[in-house]
């Protein structure tokens, strides 16, 4: 069974409020993704990393920011909240692509965000 | 353009029903992706391929690698399977980052 925890899983606040959201995996995986998804839309990816110390900007920009210090932590970061945030936010791993072989994503529960 | 299409993009069905979802891509694919989400708003894989067919329970997932295009088939609904069913793509220049289409909403009355 697939073990990928985000944190919180709502989340209220105000303007300009800092705020992390946590994601965790016992899996082992090197590669995870954090995706942007509003309300009856498609998934778009913000960002991604290969494994420690390795973060990379996906296809939708964000004014998010991510760390890799540990390989099973993936946090997001917001400096300063906006409204326009407001969002879900669904964490991902996955197997290391190695270019031959796909696989599949695992999916945390979301966190759904509101920025006041 | 790397895309992935999906129609219809609203089904309702009666419970009991067969029910298709249907998917297509650009070329270039390493694997097709079936993915299933909940009101909560949970996302659980349910079938990769990259060729041929696959079946879990009451689900089957068939691909047509000369046609691209895939199907997503629900033998004898229920309204348990009432959700949004995601077709998503790995294409080659891609990093193994998935192209998401725009879902499937399938609401299955009883």
């Known amino acids: 069974e697939a073990d990928i925890y985000q944190t919180p899983r709502y989340l209220v606040i105000g303007t300009g409020k800092k705020i992390t959201l946590e994601c965790s995996q016992t899996?082992?995986?090197?590669?995870m993704y954090w995706y942007q998804q509003d309300p009856g839309m498609e998934l778009h990816l913000i960002h991604y990393s290969y494994g420690v110390n390795s973060t990379e900007k996906g296809d939708l920009s964000s004014e998010s920011t991510v760390s890799r210090i540990r390989t099973e932590h993936f946090p997001l970061t917001l400096e300063s909240a906006r409204p326009s945030h407001t969002s879900q936010y669904l964490c991902?791993?996955?197997?290391?692509?190695?270019?031959?072989?796909?696989?599949?994503?695992?999916f945390g529960p979301g966190t759904r965000l509101t920025v006041t | 353009k790397n895309e992935v299409e999906q129609s219809p993009q609203n089904l309702t069905a009666q419970e009991g029903e067969f029910i298709t979802i249907n998917c297509s891509y650009s070329v270039g694919i390493s694997a097709l992706h079936w993915l299933q989400q909940h009101p909560g708003g949970g996302i659980v894989s349910l079938f990769m391929?990259?060729?041929g067919k696959k079946k879990h329970g009451r689900l089957i997932a068939t691909i047509n690698i000369q046609e691209k295009h895939s199907s997503l088939h629900i033998t004898a609904s229920h309204p348990r399977d009432s959700a949004v069913y995601i077709c998503?793509?790995?294409?080659?220049?891609?990093?193994?980052?998935?192209?998401f289409g725009k879902g499937t909403k399938l609401s299955v009355k009883p």
């Open positions: 899996m082992g995986h090197d590669k």
């Open positions: 391929l990259s060729s």
């Open positions: 991902a791993s996955s197997e290391q692509w190695t270019g031959a072989v796909s696989y599949e994503q695992y």
């Open positions: 998503a793509a790995n294409y080659g220049g891609s990093q193994g980052n998935l192209i």
